[in-house]
């Protein structure tokens, strides 16, 4: 594996919890680290805090707002034009439930259920953008974090225009990106790009814990922890395909292992981004 000073690593959602912590260790170890967030002026105060708290002037920034298609692309565009490879891409941003007693359906900018696109399109689309400047870096590697909250994608209604709750939508948004990885790494060379899919830690200390269930079990450092390893652990170079619950592998919802769900959900996906 690469030494992470010669490696040039993509964050999304890296301005709170999680993602800023893992884009501020990284930087910390020397890793070029390229921050995404929604937010323009959040954004430019997380890139001048990573790089004072970690002495690394090697921070990058782009914005994008994942309820957007045109956004995503536009970023991915913008990461292409200033870099000539990537070496780690982690996909890390991502929408809750909701806040407690306050769920309802909602839609993206392109009409689709919010958190199916927010989770899954649109790191999904991401990350097939972004796959040429990953097989320059090879051997490079995709995080996807995931949860262990999955639950089984009804294809009759994935948009849930049907019996809508926020904690369904969440968790079908998630099973979908482990799918997605499943069937991505099936496509991919191990020796080129690895792409693996993680949950992270239960209900961590971070904002989208807080506003769903008004607490937490435990410290953002697990989360933290958990991703650097999936993205710099010399002992996974090769590994790919898998599901970590933290940095142990283990075993996701079964429709993920299911081949025929996986290609119905990949073929939908394509079509619904305009792959």
């Not at 105060?45 to 004072?52: E, L």
Request: aromatic residues 6%; negative net charge; glycine residues 10%.
């Amino acid at each position: 594996m690469k030494r992470l000073e010669d490696q040039t690593i993509l964050v999304t959602g890296a301005t709170d919890g999680i993602g800023k912590g893992t884009a501020a260790e990284l930087a910390r170890r020397g890793a070029f680290v390229l921050l995404h967030g929604r937010d323009a002026g959040r954004l430019a105060q997380t890139q001048r805090d990573i790089a004072k708290e970690t002495g690394n002037p090697q921070i990058g920034s782009y914005q994008a707002d994942f309820a957007s298609l045109a956004d995503v692309r536009a970023l991915a565009g913008a990461v292409e034009r200033e870099h000539d490879r990537l070496d780690v891409l982690i996909n890390n941003a991502g929408i809750g439930r909701g806040r407690r007693g306050e769920q309802h359906r909602e839609e993206s900018a392109d009409g689709f259920e919010l958190r199916f696109q927010v989770n899954h399109l649109a790191p999904f689309l991401l990350t097939h953008l972004l796959l040429p400047l990953l097989r320059a870096a090879a051997p490079a590697r995709i995080v996807n974090v995931a949860s262990a909250g999955q639950t089984p994608i009804d294809f009759d209604d994935v948009m849930l225009e049907r019996d809508y709750d926020g904690t369904r939508a969440y968790c079908q948004s998630k099973l979908a990106m482990v799918m997605a990885t499943f069937d991505l790494a099936e496509r991919l060379d191990p020796g080129q790009i690895t792409v693996n899919a993680l949950h992270p830690g239960t209900l961590l200390d971070t904002k989208m814990v807080r506003e769903a269930w008004g607490g937490a079990q435990g410290p953002v450092e697990t989360g933290i922890d958990s991703e650097v390893h999936l993205a710099a652990a010399p002992e996974l170079d090769g590994i790919s395909g898998q599901y970590f619950h933290e940095k142990r592998r283990s075993r996701a919802d079964s429709q993920a292992y299911d081949e025929q769900a996986r290609r119905r959900l990949v073929a939908l996906s394509e079509r619904l981004i305009g792959l």
